[in-house]
């Protein structure tokens, strides 16, 4: 592990370089060591000192000019790091009463007179309340969802396959680095499960672990699918001023696989990302299932980034790279409540599931949480229609989250270099969609490959 944190980074041949997630966790897991400095240097420190939480690191990363290997000496030195005291924690039970008497009189507002964000820089508000939630993120959140016997025998049947369940590897500089929890993957028939193993390609390999949805997680899979639609219809109407969003498909929502995620213990955690669109397609919508400890669920917002302030100095760790540069919203997702994460999530907004210090004991699952989340993937995004790269893997759907330049627009690029053992090739090509988000691809470079030398420069640091 010392390898790790002292080899130098390497920088991608050729990369375009426009990162847009850092996920620890199938199927999100991107990293760009040029694009998301600190985010990829907080998943470092995470996976080197797995026992100090992701505020205490950033402090130290901080004081040490974003030195990794210094932070890490400094973190070895005895004595261990204090909790950090004074938190920045801000908790009440609904905003409903901080908010503008017009956000009050007249229900949802339309997105052109949001509610002013009541997050801040360097604090976390904590929300509670579905409206809120509803009004100042990009979900919907549903308590007590189902009939408690229902969640419990499903909450039982996940904890038996949790068991087997493994940590995701995947390649970080050049390191392979274990994913913070344990995971495990669901599809509806033994022909998917065939498909997914030999056809679809995860964070760049096979994913060899895929089983048929369980019993249970069947069973519910159609009330998911019942709510989260009505769900989109109650978004698009309050907040979308009655029209979906461009890109989103106006096809009802159909889950057909299950990311199964275990949580043992308060320790375990997801770094921030935003989910891979590759066989969602844009402005996805996932519905995220929370079963056993309460844990919180953080978003924030992705800054928008100017080319002129790009490469500038060390500022970069105090601006939009530094999940507090506008502060965290944590959603607290108790045993049984459904999440919604609505069309905007993924493309403008990055999520996280963050270490605690100690939880509430669940009286089935100790201190294990377990969350599902239904995915809708779409059959015009088989990675047999999607275009390939020179290393002949099928490559992924990417959008540019930061750089105010090409901010939301999508792109296809190699994503081999995070295969322990592989290098990556320098594929880029735009991504085009109806708006609808039905892909245009072009037939000239599927299978082929187009090199990234001129077009990169434009997703460049986005
Ligand atoms: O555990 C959660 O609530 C979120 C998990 C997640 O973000 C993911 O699997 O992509
Ligand atoms: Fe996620």
Redesign the pocket.
Known sequence: MDAFVTRKKRKATGSPGPDSSN?L?EP?SHHDPEEEPTDVKLAMLSSLHPGIDQETLLDFLLAHDGSVPATSESLRAPPPPAKRLGSSVVSQASLRSYTTASSISCGPLPPSKKAKLLSRKGATLHLFDPLDIGEHTPCTIIHNFLPQEDANELLVELLDESKTFEKISFKLFDNVVASPHTSGFYVGTYGELEQQKYEYVYNGARLSDVRKITPQLEKVKARVQTAVNLAIQERIRTRYGGKKLRYQSPQPWCPNAA?V?CYNGPQES?GW?S?QLTYLGPRAVIG?L?LGVTRE?RVRRVLPKDRDTDNNDGDSLLDESNPDAEGQIAIH?PHNSLLVMHAEMQEEWK?S?APAQAVDPHPVSGSRRI?I?YRDYRPEFHPRLTPRCRCGIATVLRVVQKKRDNRGRYFWMCHAGNVPGKEGCTFFQWAEFDDDGNPKFKLETAGGGKDTSTVSAAATNN
């Open positions: 996920h966790s999100c990311f995620n997801v990302h989910d995220s929370s669920f997702l999520h599931v969350n989340t």
